[in-house]
Nanobody, 114 residues
Framework: VQLQASGGGVVQAGGSLRLSCKTS????????MAWYRQAPGLERELVAL???????NYVDSVKGRFTISRDNARNMVYLQMNSLKPEDTAVYYC?????????WGRGTQVTVSS
């Protein structure tokens, strides 16, 4: 199982970024997929989740600004992040569960400058 996140970078407050996560080794369309983030000194937190049926959930702090989506044909999950704030600065991780175990990709750094 491999999860490869990309798309992070440095952006000014109010800007946008689109994160992508390419997966392999799983029957993608049957898996719930999630994005987490971890800021320095803080615990990793769930940002957004999309179920295998396309239902979406977000942490309150990103509702209305972030959109999670998936492309089952390409085994990809995305996170469109708009109206970024400095407090969104973190390493963002793609996540799924595989045989009851959490699987993580290498994170991608998002830095939002004020």
């Amino acid at each position: 199982v491999q999860l490869q996140a990309s798309g992070g970078g440095v952006v000014q407050a109010g800007g946008s970024l689109r994160l992508s996560c390419k997966t392999s080794g799983i029957a993608f369309k049957f898996h719930n997929m999630a994005w987490y983030r971890q800021a320095p000194g803080l615990e990793r937190e769930l940002v957004a989740l999309i179920t295998q049926t396309g239902e979406k959930n977000y942490v309150d702090s990103v509702k209305g600004r972030f959109t999670i989506s998936r492309d089952n044909a390409r085994n990809m999950v995305y996170l469109q992040m708009n109206s970024l704030k400095p407090e969104d600065t973190a390493v963002y991780y793609c996540n799924t569960n595989y045989h009851g175990e959490a699987r993580w990709g290498r994170g991608t750094q998002v830095t939002v400058s004020s």
